[in-house]
């Protein structure tokens, strides 16, 4: 079986994998790492298929979050190589991004695990087997807290607050503000005030006739 045949094989085996994996705050479904590997993994040992990962670079760099919460977040650029039982092997070599970040000294671990993730859902084309959601086209009126919501994550992204696995430093911001309360459990009206108070304050600039900056 050559390397063709091998990732053939490998695609005939993993047909699709579910999202399996649930983000409670966005209420979406997500293929997290273990997932894939766990169905990806038994059909590269049946087949012979075997795929060794090449660092090409790593970013590394600390941020801080608006509780002053200091994090180390990391980029990594990396090459798999997909070597067949014959020996021979698959050109180019699969080259995929991965990024993340962590308070302790898991950022680079996780960036390689959203790395591996990508290239093996590339790689082998796994869809999740679930309906195309656009093949029926609704028009409707946007949900205020779905939008609410939306707003939250991408001024929590801005902070480094989010993962690919973890929303945790969103949480435990809004536990404090909230004195203890549970952000997923929070009603429309106190998620826009949250949002008012994470999000950046407008100031006034002399001199452009009293506009907002």
Known sequence: MNIQEAITAVMEDVRSIEKGDHNDFHNFAFRGIDRVLNRVGPALRSHGLVVTPELRSLDSRDITTSKGKREREVTVTVAYHFRGPEGDSLEPPV???????????????????????????????????????????????????????????????????????????????????????????????????????????????????????
């Open 95 to 213: 080259v995929v991004p991965g990024e993340a970040s962590d308070a302790g000294d898991k950022a680079v671990a996780k960036a390689m695990s959203v790395a591996q993730r990508t290239a093996y859902i590339q790689a082998f084309n796994i869809p999740t087997g679930e309906t195309d959601p656009d093949q029926h086209t609704i028009t409707r009126a946007v949900d205020p807290l779905v939008k609410v919501k939306t707003e939250i994550w991408a001024q929590a992204e801005k902070r480094g607050w989010i993962t690919d696995d973890s929303y945790q430093p969103l949480a435990d911001d809004f536990g404090q503000w909230s004195q203890g309360r549970d952000i997923t459990e929070a009603d429309e009206k106190t998620l826009r005030d949250y949002l008012a108070h994470i999000r950046p304050k407008r100031t006034m600039r002399r001199g452009n006739g009293g506009q907002q900056s």
